[in-house]
Structure formats: structure tokens, C-alpha cells
């Protein structure tokens, strides 16, 4: 096995269909993280592209009076065209329509059938022309297809067939064996639980009386091979397989198929089953992220179309528009912790700018570079060694170094950008507690170019830490603060060092903010109503128990997302969470199991009691307390109606 790189992929997307948001998190995603470990100096590789043949596609081109290859011409420059637009730094874009990935999927074919892995029979069974996938009759729901839940079609008809049924029990093995090739973790369950039912041979060819555009069955004219045998050997054509043995040995096995959970079978069941056939290493990891909702439902093109114009969340491609590529790269990456669904909406993006990138990084950097331009003609004062008052500071930059490497290696990437984002808010309180403009009217001018000198440096780390995340935005701030041109993509090594910014360094003038803070409509408008509303006073209300507020301030109440839910085994009544407070994780046991399952509370929003002393229910250690309202038969969490990161303080 070659560990030594890092190899990633997208799914080839169905060149039919029009770029949506999850093509687009799914290939920025993985952008990131060959930008991260290039940051890492690892030896990469990133692969993207689109699956062109099918029955749509032929559909499509009869419709448009053309043919299907034209109408793959066409089509596929709406995807090269934005991930160009999304700065993604694919090393290829295959195309399976390609001549090297059709004369290799055929060189398969063949060598299967010579294995006599690959056979004819007459096939009875329901088919969905949209998924192009045959299922039997336990399979449906409501008599539709259990994918896209759209009615199906009765065929019967001769077929070839890939005996994956002979790979189900090495395939279970290696499963189990390998904790790590299937993420995350409820992922490889899902997929166990599918492998316990009788595992089905695969129908791998359509007949061309039914299909003509695909691949030819080398070993039958009359028949082409099925759209998603087809696709799934992109991940090896682009590498070389049977083409350049050298590049192959060199990339292959893949370090991670990122894909969305809906393509989970195809790609645990039927791809893993077709390398063990080859005689070929399984990739290291393939990795399930999750979707993207609006109002609790899949952000997809079928159900885009069903909603009402009010009703449809703003679409990302007009969020780049509006807010540049680097803030829209920023939110997907920081506000979904990848393998869990994540709502997505206008106000939580303006939300997350606002916060982390307009008031957090944004302001600092015009605090500190403004000064440096008035006070020092815009250049970097002399380093000097971190003092006591630095170090909060130089720790939480280094802390953030060590959380964004674990976050590039470990798909962790929204908590390195928390960690990230937490030494942006220690430099702002360095800034504060230092008062540099306090040190100007004083003229101490020494300390105020070690203050500046160190915010600066401060700076240099973070920005080199989101450059994957945001490259454009990030190299225009290394830019300002006075990197050479040549250096302005950063490695990691010289990250977790101070001191690195040269002394004397010219800045660049910051003539725009950074990151200008969104106002939006409503916002201007619930300002202009504070202002002219006129409270009027209201009787104090008698109530019991009365505590005053210095007891009150004695609660630590936090917003808190929930990452995990799980039942406590022997305990009807309790849940066991995992929640998320700002970078902190902790466990807390709840008695909600009557009224919540755990499937249903992941990626909820709660507020708990953060500094309730822990204690330990069936064993288990509870380390806080969540907030809920109970009636006799009733129980409702405490939650927020607008989206706020956690951590947030309540009250």
C-alpha cells in the first residue's frame, strides 16, 4: 500500500443534472482538504468530473434534437465552468465518455467475464428509469422506488450479472476489520445491516433495444454496460489503471471517496465488491458526509422544484454573487460537522459572517494594520521575544495549528476552523487589554510595535491556517501584511512558529475592509423600530421562590449542538448526548428517551446548564444539564428560533 500521498474524490456528477449545493459542498470539501494536506507538504491528488452516459442523457438529446455526445459537450461546462468560479484545484476532471475510461471499463469487463465472474439470465423485476436501477419487490415503498420514490416499471428481460453475491462475506470481514474504511462510524453500521440480508448479484448491461447510449459489453454488441459499473471505475481509469502502471502504484488506493449518504450501497457494496474481483486494494476511507436541509428537507434540484418561491432557500450560486466565493467556502465549511445534516439558510450564512469573519478577523486586522500605517509608515516593527502578556496569545495560535492539522487528517474540519476562529478572538482581547491607543497618546512607542508586531503575527498563523478554506480572501491578507508574492501559499511547518513576518516588512495598504459586515433589511428595520419604540412600564409581577440576579448570574446557561444520541442500555427513559459548546465537547445523560429518538436529535441547537456539577447515572458521567419544558404528558426541548453557533451565553 502507498501511504505516502493523499489521494481524494469526488462523485462524478450526473452530467444531466444542473450543479445544486451538495455537488458543490462535496467538491469543496474536497478541495479543502487537497489544499490542506498540500499545506502539509503531502504529495496529492484530486479528482473530480461527471458520469455522461444513461438514459437521461439519451432521453435529453432526443428531446433536444442532438446527440447524446453533443449534449455531454454542452452540459458538462456548467460544472467546469463554477468549480472554476469556487476556486477548486481538481488535478483532473474526468469525463467518462473519455476514450481511455471507456477502453478500461471494457479491459474490466472482459477480464471479469474471463473469471467467469460475469454471466447471462433472464431478469423479472421493477425498474426506475430516473435512478436506472432494477429492485424486487420488497425493495419498494408504496409501490415506488425507494431512491427518488418516483413509479416504476415491470421488465423482464436477459441480462449479465457480476456475481457479487460470491464477494458478501469477504466483504463483511474486511468490514469489521477495518473500523476506519466506512465513516463515519453509523455509516459502516448502516452498511453491516444491509450486508445481513442475502446479498444479491449485480446487473451490470442494459440492452441497446432499451439503451444505446454507454459502453459496449465487449463480449456482447448487443448490450451496454449499466451507468454505474460504469462510473465507479472512474476512480481508477484517472490513475492510470491498465493505461500507466507507475501513476497507478502511485496514487491508488485512494485516502478518501467523499460522498453523500444517499450513494452509500453503490459505493460500500458494489464497488468494494468489483476491486476484490480485480484483485485490487479497497481504498483507505471512503467517507459519507451529510446534507444539507431546508426547513428539515434535502436541499436537491426535485425538491428545489416542488417549492414555492417564498418557500426555497436562497441558492448558494447567488450567494457567491453577493458575498464572494471565500464566504460561502467559509460557512459550508465551518457550520456542518461533517457526517451529520445541517440546515441551511440565508440568516445562518449572514450570522456566521458577521460573527467570525466581520467582527472577529475582519475588525482585527483593520485595527492592527490601521495603526501600523499611522504609526509606523506601514511597516513591521522589530521582533522581539513573547512576554507574560503574550501568552494567552502565542498559545492559542498554536493550539489552532495542532486543531486544523487534526482537522485536515481526521475530517474534523469545522472544529480546527473553531479553534482557528478562537485564537482570532484571543488576538482581539489581546488588542483590548494592550489599549495601544492608550500607548500612542502616552508615546510609548516601543511597546505599541511589540503589540502591533504580535497581533501581526497572530495574523500571519491564521490566515495561513484558513488558507484552504478561503484562499482568495487569505492570500489578499498575507498580501497586506507584507508577504512576498512567492510566499503567500503557506506551509504548515513555519505556522507554528512566531516570530516568522521579516522585520521592517512593507505593508500593503488595506484600502476595503476585509470582510464588510452584512446588514440586512430586516436588521436595519428591527434597529429603526428599537429607536422610536417607547416602552411603558410595567407592573412588577408577584411570583415565588424570587432569587435576585447574583444568584441568577451563578448559572452558566449555553446554546449547545448536539452531535450524538444514543440510548443508555437498561435505561428506558435516558439518552445518552454528545454536545458541542463552542470548541469544547462534553456528555450529558438525559431522561428524554419517552419523547425524542436518538436518530432525531443530531444537529439540534439546545441550551444546557454548562457549570452544573457532574454526576453519574448507570454509570455514565453527565456533565451538564439540558433545558426543557414538561407538561403531564409532554416534553419539548429548550431550543433557539434562529440559528446562533454554540457556545453562545444565554441570558
Known sequence: MNNNHFYVTTPIYYVNDKPHIGHSYTTILADVLARGHRLLDEPTYFLTGTDEHGLKVQQAAQKNNTTPLEHCNRTVIRFQELWQKLEITNDYFIRTTEERHERVVQEILTDLYNKDLIYSADYEGWYCIPCERFFTEKDLQDGCCPDCHRKVESLIEKNYFFKMSQFQKPLIDYIESHPNFIQPAHRRQETLGFLQKPLSDLCISRPKSRLSWGIDLPFDDQYVTYVWFDAL???????????????????WPASYHLIGKDILTTHTVYWPTMLMALGLELPKAIFAHGWWLSQGSKVSKTAMAEMTAAAKPANPM???????????????????????????????????????????????TSRAVKMLEKNFAGKLPPASEPGDEETALVAACQNAVKAMQNGIENMQLDRGIADVIAAVREGNRYFDLQKPWTLVKEGNIEKLGRVLRNTAECLRIVSGLLYPVMPGKMSELRRILGIRQDQLVPVMKNLGKWNILPDGAELHPLEAPLFPRIETAKAKFDESVKAAAKPVPAPAPVLPNVIGIEDFAKVSLKTAEIISAEKVEGADKLLKLQVRTGSEERQIVAGIAKYYAPEDLPGKTIVIVANLKPRELRGLTSHGMLLAAKTADQLTLITTDKPIPSGASVG
Open 318 to 364: 447567488d450567494m457567491v454573487d453577493r458575498y464572494g466565493v471565500d464566504a460561502l467556502r467559509y460557512y459550508l465549511m465551518a457550520a456542518m460537522s461533517l457526517g451529520q445534516d445541517t440546515e441551511f439558510s440565508e440568516d445562518a450564512f449572514i450570522l456566521k459572517f458577521n460573527s467570525d469573519l466581520a467582527n472577529d478577523l475582519g475588525n482585527l
Open 233 to 251: 471505475v472512474n476512480y481508477i481509469s484517472a490513475v492510470g489503471y491498465k493505461t500507466d502502471e507507475e501513476q497507478f502504484r502511485r496514487w
